[in-house]
C-alpha cells in the first residue's frame, strides 16, 4: 500500500510501505477514504532532522472497515468510521473519566509500528473503543465535517471547556488556525456572549467571523494584550483558548486573561516552562488543558454535526489526493491554505 513519509524536515514522500494488516484480535483493518494535514505536523516539517527510516504521517481520518479481529464486537466490516487522533481500549480507569489520550492501553498513531491516517489503510488498535461508526456513508457531503471530529473540533471543543466557556462569558481566541476556528465554532456553541479572535489572516479571520467571532484583535504581543484589555473594560477575557503552542501566543493568552478567569492550553507547547506564572497566580487563573481526548467528544459533538448546527468541515479549504500530500504540506506550511483534506 502508499503511505506518506517524512525523511526530515521539507521531506515529505509517497512511497510503498508494507500493507496494513490484523495482528491483534482487537484490531480492525480500515481502508482509509478521507484524511488530512494537520498543523501540528508542520512541526516536524519544520524541525525534524534526517532520518534513514523516516516517519509514517497522519492522525485524523475515516474510513471503511474491511477485516475485523476476533475479539471486535462494536464495529463490523462495510461500517464507515471515523478514529480519533489517538487510540485507546475505551475501558481503562482514564477512558472511564474521559480522558482517552491517557488510555492505560492507548497510543498514537504513525509511531511504535503503527499506521498513519496519511496511507491507503491502517491497522485500528482496539477497534472497539477507538473507532466511532458514523451513521452516514464515506460519500456524504458531511465528510469533511465528520472528519474534524478526529480532532480539530474535538481539540478546539477541550479547549473551551479548559478555558470554563459558557453562557454570557467572553472568550478570546488565541490563533486563527484550524484549531483556533474550531475553538470559536466551540466557544459560541458553548454559549459565548463575545468571542474575540486573535489573528492576522484575512481568510481566516473572514471565516472566524462566520463562526461567530464578534472583535478581531490582529496586533501581536504588548499591543494585542492592550487591545484586548481595551475591549474588555480593562480586565481581560473569562476565557482564553490558546490554540498555537509558541511562547509567545502562551504569554499573550496567559496576559489576557482577567483575574479568575480561565486559559485552556491545546496549542503543542514549543517552549519549556510556563510563563507568567507570578502574575496568573496573583490573579487566580486557572490554566489547564493538554492533547484532546477527542474519543470523548465525538458522541457529543457528532449530532450537531449530522444535523447542520456547526460546519467545522468549513476549515478545509484545499483538497488533495494521497500524490498531493507533500505539496499540502508546503502550501499548510506557507500559510496558503488552512487546512488541506486527502481524498482517497
Ligand atoms: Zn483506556
Same mark, same amino acid.
Given at each position: 500500500?502508499?503511505?506518506?513519509?517524512?525523511?526530515?524536515?521539507?521531506?515529505?514522500?509517497?512511497?510503498?510501505?508494507?500493507?496494513?494488516?490484523?495482528?491483534?484480535?482487537?484490531?480492525?483493518?480500515?481502508?482509509?477514504?478521507?484524511?488530512?494535514?494537520?498543523?501540528?505536523?508542520?512541526?516536524?516539517?519544520?524541525?525534524?532532522?534526517?532520518?534513514?527510516?523516516?516517519?509514517?504521517?497522519?492522525?485524523?481520518?475515516?474510513?471503511?472497515?474491511?477485516?475485523?479481529?476476533?475479539?471486535?464486537?462494536?464495529?463490523?466490516?462495510? !461500517?464507515?468510521?471515523?478514529?480519533p487522533f489517538a487510540w485507546s481500549?475505551g475501558?481503562c480507569?482514564f477512558c472511564q473519566e474521559g480522558l482517552h489520550t491517557s488510555c492505560?492501553?492507548g497510543?498514537?498513531?504513525?509511531?511504535?509500528?503503527? !499506521?498513519?491516517?496519511?496511507?491507503?489503510?491502517?491497522?485500528?488498535?482496539?477497534?472497539?473503543g477507538t473507532?466511532?461508526?458514523?451513521?452516514?456513508?464515506?460519500?456524504?457531503?458531511?465528510?469533511?465535517?465528520?472528519?474534524?471530529l478526529?480532532d480539530?473540533?474535538g481539540t478546539?471543543h477541550h479547549?473551551?471547556l479548559a478555558?470554563?466557556?459558557?453562557?454570557?462569558?467572553?472568550?478570546?481566541?488565541?490563533?486563527?488556525?484550524?484549531?483556533?476556528?474550531?475553538?470559536?465554532?466551540?466557544?459560541?456553541?458553548?454559549?459565548?456572549?463575545?468571542?474575540?479572535?486573535?489573528?492576522?489572516?484575512?481568510?481566516?479571520?473572514?471565516?472566524?467571523?462566520?463562526?461567530?467571532?464578534?472583535?478581531?484583535?490582529?496586533?501581536?504581543?504588548?499591543?494585542?494584550?492592550?487591545?484586548?484589555?481595551?475591549?474588555?473594560?480593562?480586565?481581560?477575557?473569562?476565557?482564553?483558548?490558546?490554540?498555537?503552542?509558541?511562547?509567545?501566543?502562551?504569554?499573550?493568552?496567559?496576559?489576557?486573561?482577567?483575574?479568575?478567569?480561565?486559559?485552556?492550553?491545546v496549542?503543542?507547547?514549543?517552549?519549556?516552562?510556563?510563563?507568567?506564572?507570578?502574575?496568573?497566580?496573583?490573579?487566580?487563573?486557572?490554566?489547564?488543558g493538554g492533547p484532546a481526548p477527542a474519543r470523548a467528544y465525538i458522541e457529543e459533538l457528532?449530532?450537531?454535526?449530522?444535523?447542520?448546527?456547526?460546519?467545522?468541515?468549513?476549515?478545509?479549504?484545499?483538497?488533495?489526493?494521497?500524490?498531493?500530500?507533500?505539496?499540502?504540506?508546503?502550501?499548510?506550511?506557507?500559510?496558503?491554505?488552512?487546512?488541506?483534506?486527502?481524498?482517497?
Amino acid at each position: 500500500m502508499r503511505a506518506t513519509v517524512m525523511y526530515s524536515a521539507g521531506d515529505v514522500r509517497i512511497e510503498n510501505v508494507p500493507d496494513a494488516r490484523l495482528i491483534d484480535p482487537t484490531d480492525a483493518l480500515v481502508t482509509v477514504t478521507h484524511a488530512c494535514i494537520c498543523g501540528s505536523d508542520l512541526w516536524p516539517y519544520n524541525q525534524m532532522e534526517q532520518t534513514e527510516t523516516g516517519q509514517r504521517m497522519g492522525h485524523e481520518f475515516i474510513g471503511v472497515v474491511e477485516t475485523v479481529g476476533s475479539d471486535v464486537r462494536t464495529v463490523k466490516v462495510g !461500517d464507515t468510521v471515523v478514529a480519533p487522533f489517538a487510540w485507546s481500549d475505551g475501558t481503562c480507569v482514564f477512558c472511564q473519566e474521559g480522558l482517552h489520550t491517557s488510555c492505560l492501553h492507548g497510543g498514537w498513531w504513525a509511531r511504535d509500528g503503527i !499506521d498513519g491516517g496519511q496511507g491507503e489503510a491502517v491497522r485500528v488498535p482496539q477497534a472497539d473503543g477507538t473507532l466511532v461508526v458514523l451513521p452516514v456513508g464515506k460519500d456524504d457531503a458531511l465528510m469533511p465535517s465528520l472528519l474534524t471530529l478526529s480532532d480539530v473540533m474535538g481539540t478546539g471543543h477541550h479547549a473551551a471547556l479548559a478555558a470554563r466557556v459558557g453562557p454570557g462569558k467572553t472568550v478570546a481566541v488565541v490563533g486563527d488556525g484550524a484549531v483556533g476556528l474550531c475553538g470559536v465554532i466551540a466557544a459560541r456553541r458553548l454559549g459565548a456572549e463575545r468571542i474575540i479572535i486573535l489573528g492576522r489572516h484575512p481568510d481566516r479571520i473572514a471565516l472566524a467571523k462566520e463562526f461567530g467571532a464578534t472583535d478581531v484583535v490582529s496586533e501581536r504581543g504588548d499591543e494585542a494584550v492592550e487591545r484586548v484589555r481595551e475591549l474588555t473594560g480593562g480586565f481581560g477575557a473569562h476565557s482564553v483558548l490558546e490554540c498555537v503552542g509558541y511562547e509567545q501566543s502562551t504569554v499573550t493568552a496567559l496576559s489576557i486573561a482577567r483575574p479568575g478567569g480561565a486559559v485552556g492550553r491545546v496549542g503543542l507547547p514549543q517552549h519549556e516552562s510556563i510563563p507568567t506564572t507570578l502574575t496568573t497566580f496573583f490573579d487566580n487563573v486557572t490554566i489547564g488543558g493538554g492533547p484532546a481526548p477527542a474519543r470523548a467528544y465525538i458522541e457529543e459533538l457528532l449530532p450537531d454535526v449530522l444535523e447542520g448546527r456547526i460546519e467545522p468541515g468549513r476549515v478545509f479549504d484545499r483538497v488533495t489526493n494521497l500524490d498531493g500530500v507533500p505539496d499540502g504540506y508546503r502550501a499548510m506550511n506557507e500559510r496558503e491554505a488552512i487546512k488541506v483534506l486527502i481524498e482517497f
